[in-house]
């Protein structure tokens, strides 16, 4: 009986199941000890900051009134390489949300909307991730993933700094653990037999 005519019938793709998870668990039990390895890395602006405190330092050196080229000459980053926000975006930075109620008086609250009509807006996003691989057991692989993920929002309004900026984000350390049998489903031995 051919691999093939074996696979079509529920028996063929339950013995093709069973046989490559017999290899991997086999496989796996050999690497169970094993050193982890690395998993890659994930950086977004990283050149312009030697690390998440040295954004966050900057960031705090940051003061209302600063004009756009002083504050950018702090951070050390040219206006190209940052996030421009939509109206939306810059509401949400001021006020928390797009849908939350502008403070004041219909007067006041028309001259905050003219105000962030006229007012530009930067997200910088600071990432510096890495990550590796191992095995915790020999059917559990897991990944622990470390570094620091930022977030940084500023407003200028007539080429000076709105307000202080805000900073969100920090540090990650998380660990994500699966089985092999996550990856054993009818159609990743179909696709395994093609």
């Given at each position: 009986?051919?691999?093939?005519r074996?696979?079509?019938?529920?028996?063929?793709?339950c013995?093709?199941?069973?046989?490559?998870?017999?290899?991997?668990?086999?496989?796996l039990?050999?690497?169970?000890?094993?050193?982890?390895?690395?998993?890659?890395?994930?950086?977004?602006?990283?050149?312009?900051?030697?690390?998440?405190n040295?954004?966050?330092?900057?960031?705090?050196?940051?003061?209302?009134?600063?004009?756009?080229?002083?504050?950018?000459?702090?951070?050390?980053?040219?206006?190209?390489?940052?996030?421009?926000?939509?109206?939306?975006?810059?509401?949400?930075?001021?006020?928390?949300?797009?849908?939350?109620?502008?403070?004041?008086?219909?007067?006041?609250?028309?001259?905050?909307?003219?105000?962030?009509?006229?007012?530009?807006?930067?997200?910088?996003d600071?990432?510096?991730i890495?990550?590796?691989?191992?095995?915790?057991?020999?059917?559990?692989?897991?990944?622990?993933e470390?570094?620091v993920?930022?977030?940084?929002?500023?407003v200028?309004?007539?080429?000076?700094?709105?307000?202080?900026?805000?900073?969100?984000?920090?540090?990650?350390?998380?660990?994500?653990?699966?089985?092999?049998?996550?990856?054993?489903?009818?159609?990743t031995?179909l696709s395994?037999i093609?």
């Open positions: 009986m051919s691999l093939l074996c696979a079509t019938s529920a028996t063929g793709i013995i093709i199941r069973f046989s490559i998870m017999a290899m991997m668990v086999l496989g039990q050999a690497c169970a000890g094993s050193a982890p390895v690395p998993g890659g890395t994930e950086a977004v602006n990283q050149p312009y900051f030697t690390s998440g040295d954004l966050k330092s900057r960031v705090d050196k940051l003061n209302p009134g600063m004009s756009e080229d002083e504050a950018m000459k702090t951070l050390g980053i040219k206006k190209g390489q940052m996030t421009l926000l939509d109206r939306i975006g810059i509401r949400k930075a001021l006020f928390g949300g797009e849908n939350a109620p502008l403070p004041g008086t219909p007067e006041e609250q028309m001259e905050i909307y003219t105000i962030i009509q006229e007012s530009t807006g930067y997200k910088l600071f990432k510096d890495y990550r590796k691989h191992g095995f915790s057991s020999p059917i559990r692989m897991q990944t622990d470390k570094g993920n930022y977030s940084v929002t500023m200028f309004h007539d080429g000076a700094l709105l307000e202080k900026p805000v900073l969100s984000g920090g540090p990650i350390n998380d660990t994500d653990s699966t089985t092999i049998f996550d990856f054993l489903n009818p159609g031995a395994l093609k």
